[in-house]
């Protein structure tokens, strides 16, 4: 009689245990359902500010950019009838001289100025974030040429190239810059090179302050008591750990420069002859004078090379720390 009752209770409470398990279960796998169903949910609010955004930017982005591809394969003159003609644009591109003078000049002037760029605007970070006097103050002065427009420090620096300069030199016997470096076609690069960096620096600046305030005091403060000196600390703390900022400001800036256009206008015009001539200004001079589909063949490659830049750029700057 007892083994039997002991059997009757274990049955029970097995089976008891089995009937509560499907429902546990069943409650766990609802609310998982429930769970997956929350999350997948869009807000409606966010298709309101997406969609419009989306219609906009193929419209005015992405459509006129594959029809320009598109056309580059024609002999377009941008309206009216035109025909197919295949690689012709592209193959004269790589053969004209004045394309290919204007790629070295946008190469070698960007490379040039993100260089001197760089230098000046870590140096600021490096003075503008040490105990002096007065450095907020000094921050927001060398800010300011960020504010103005292109065009308008274009044509302030023409007036003083072209003016000020060479008075100036006359007045000390400096026989090189007496005459207007913007018309001697070896020097008016250099103009274009100290204008561009001087708008460009204080964006550059601020990205370097950001990552010189981002390193701990406390160590400078265990170098010095290890009896490093200012030379050492640079080149053995602050360079080694702003290395991820260093390494985007020279991407992004170089990325940039390559898009050089209307301080190059407002400056040289392109001369003298075609000497400062950058390759955004070939290709809008081009527009301008019924090249269309040839111009837009060399804005294709133009952009394919800002795309592999772009690609670099993502894959220099992953799993940085620095920003």
Do not use: C
């Not at 898009?259 to 075609?274: A, F, H, K, R």
């Amino acid at each position: 009689m007892a083994t039997t009752t002991t059997e009757s209770v274990t049955t029970a409470g097995s089976r008891r245990r089995g009937g509560a398990a499907p429902r546990l279960q069943a409650g766990r796998g609802a609310g998982r359902t429930g769970l997956r169903t929350g999350r997948n949910r869009v807000d409606p609010l966010f298709l309101v500010f997406l969609i419009p955004t989306l219609l906009l930017f193929t419209l005015a982005i992405t459509l006129p950019a594959v029809m320009g591809i598109v056309l580059s394969f024609t002999d377009s003159v941008g309206f009216g009838d035109f025909r197919f003609i295949g690689l012709t644009n592209y193959v004269a591109v790589f053969s004209d001289p004045a394309i290919l003078q204007a790629y070295l000049f946008t190469i070698g002037f960007s490379l040039v100025t993100v260089l001197v760029v760089n230098a000046l605007a870590f140096l600021l970070a490096i003075a503008l974030t040490s105990k002096i006097r007065g450095k907020i103050a000094l921050r927001a002065v060398f800010v300011l040429p960020m504010v103005i427009s292109g065009i308008v420090i274009a044509y302030v620096f023409s007036f003083l190239f072209a003016n000020s300069l060479p008075a100036l030199a006359t007045t000390l016997g400096f026989a090189p810059l007496e005459q207007s470096i913007l018309a001697n076609p070896d020097l008016a690069w250099v103009a274009v090179v100290v204008v561009t960096a001087w708008q460009a620096i204080p964006s550059t600046l601020l990205i370097y302050i950001a990552g010189v305030l981002s390193i701990p005091a406390e160590v400078y403060e265990a170098s010095a008591l290890d009896g490093a000196s200012a030379w050492r600390q640079l080149v053995s703390i602050t360079a080694p750990l702003t290395a991820g900022y260093i390494l985007i400001n020279l991407i992004i800036g170089f990325k940039n420069f390559l898009n050089s256009y209307d301080i190059i206008v407002g400056l040289t015009d392109g001369g003298p002859g075609t000497s400062t001539t950058s390759v955004a200004m070939s290709i809008f001079k081009g527009f301008n004078g019924g090249d269309y589909a040839y111009q837009m063949a060399n804005a294709t490659i133009f952009f394919v090379i800002a795309v592999v830049i772009a690609v670099i750029q993502l894959r220099a700057t992953r799993g940085k720390a620095a920003l």
